[in-house]
């Protein structure tokens, strides 16, 4: 006598999902069809008839019934499997990690992934997908500067406390030079590369027609840039564009003025004490960054100079003059975002930046 099969129970609602499973268009075909096994077995269909009906053996139908019986359509899921096991782990990880705080290869300046690999005895594919995963670029290189100026903390909140709390009836402005901007004629324009993407070109050989410095001046609270080019940056060049600036503003607001530790900002007692409404202001040591007029400078050089070629320096000095020209009606005051002002701290070794 053949024996009797297991009956299988279900509320309406569990039928319903499941079968909205078996018609299912956009579920996958596997869920679909286990979907249509334990129906058929919920309407009284012999398990040997599903399974030549579904063309698996009788014991597939029997698991897929016994795991709906016991989780519902939640059970037609496939389990977590361990699959294949960790070969590049935590030790591994560690391992790497170590070897970066060791001295380098013999003729290597510093490590990269080849050199690990053979160091480890591995694989440099894997040594490649950890560090990525870790976010350590081997390759690339950041330059720091780092004030030891004994009065940074100071100078740092005096100059920060003008960007943001100027005084009352002041103008605040930011001073600088950019020295020795080069006059190099040569031929630029568009390549197209293997990859077939276009990039902006030049030729690598140039001629150079001569030098200009330019003296900026940026007031903080409207954006706007005045701006004069000299062939020298000497003291008295330094003086005469502050003549020049403070003729333009108006006589009867003190003037700030935020300046880097150059040589030709200081020694100008004389100067000062025949312009009392002018005040100057010193960044900390190494710490020109703090100048907010460096920003314009980088506009500047992105917009105007880089991978230009001038034929000669008036048509550098006529460049650098349009460009603060077409400037002018779009300018609007830089925001001083960096929330903390603070010497930096170079991290010697991976390990403290990974743990």
């Known amino acids: 006598m053949p024996r009797k099969a297991r009956q299988v129970e279900c509320s309406e609602q569990e039928r319903a999902k499941l079968t909205a499973l078996a018609n299912s268009r956009t579920e996958e075909a596997r869920l679909v069809e286990r979907a249509k096994m334990v129906l058929e077995c919920l309407s009284g269909v012999q398990i040997q008839v599903i399974a030549r009906k579904r063309h698996v053996q009788p014991n597939t139908v029997i698991v897929w019934r016994d795991r709906f019986a016991q989780r519902g359509t939640a059970g037609l899921q496939d389990q977590a499997r361990s699959g294949k096991p960790v070969k590049y782990g935590a030790e591994f990880r560690n391992e790497v990690l170590k070897t970066l705080e060791l001295p380098p290869p013999a003729r290597q300046a ?28 081997l390759c690339r290189q950041r330059s720091w500067c780092v004030s030891t100026d004994p009065e940074f903390v100071a100078k740092a909140a005096d100059v920060v406390g003008l960007y943001l709390n100027p005084p009352e009836n002041a103008l605040v402005i930011s001073v600088d030079e950019k020295p020795s901007i080069q006059a190099l004629e040569r031929k630029t324009g568009y390549v197209q590369t293997r990859s077939g993407r276009i990039v902006r070109s030049y030729k690598s050989t140039y001629k150079r027609h001569g030098t200009l410095n330019l003296f900026a001046a940026l007031e903080i609270a409207t954006g706007a840039v005045h701006g004069q080019t000299t062939l020298l940056k000497r003291r008295e060049e330094f003086r005469e564009f502050m003549d ?112």
């Open 244 to 355: 020049q600036v403070v003729a333009a503003l108006p006589s009867d607001k003190e003037i700030h003025v935020i300046l880097d530790n150059y040589c030709t900002h200081k020694k100008n007692d004389v100067w000062l004490a025949a312009h009392p409404n002018v005040f100057f202001h010193f960044t900390p040591t190494s710490a020109s960054w703090l100048n907010l007029v460096e920003v314009w400078f980088g506009i500047l050089s992105r917009k105007a100079l880089r991978g230009a070629s001038f034929e000669n320096v008036q048509t550098l000095r006529k460049a650098i003059e349009n460009f603060i020209k077409a400037y002018g009606p779009k300018t609007k005051p830089f925001v001083w975002r960096k929330r903390e002002v603070k010497g930096s701290q170079l991290r010697n070794t991976i390990v403290n930046l990974c743990n």
């Open 110 to 137: 510093c490590w990269d992934g080849p050199a690990v690999a053979a160091h480890l005895k591995t694989s440099v594919d894997a040594v490649w997908r950890l560090l990525r995963k870790e976010g350590i670029c």
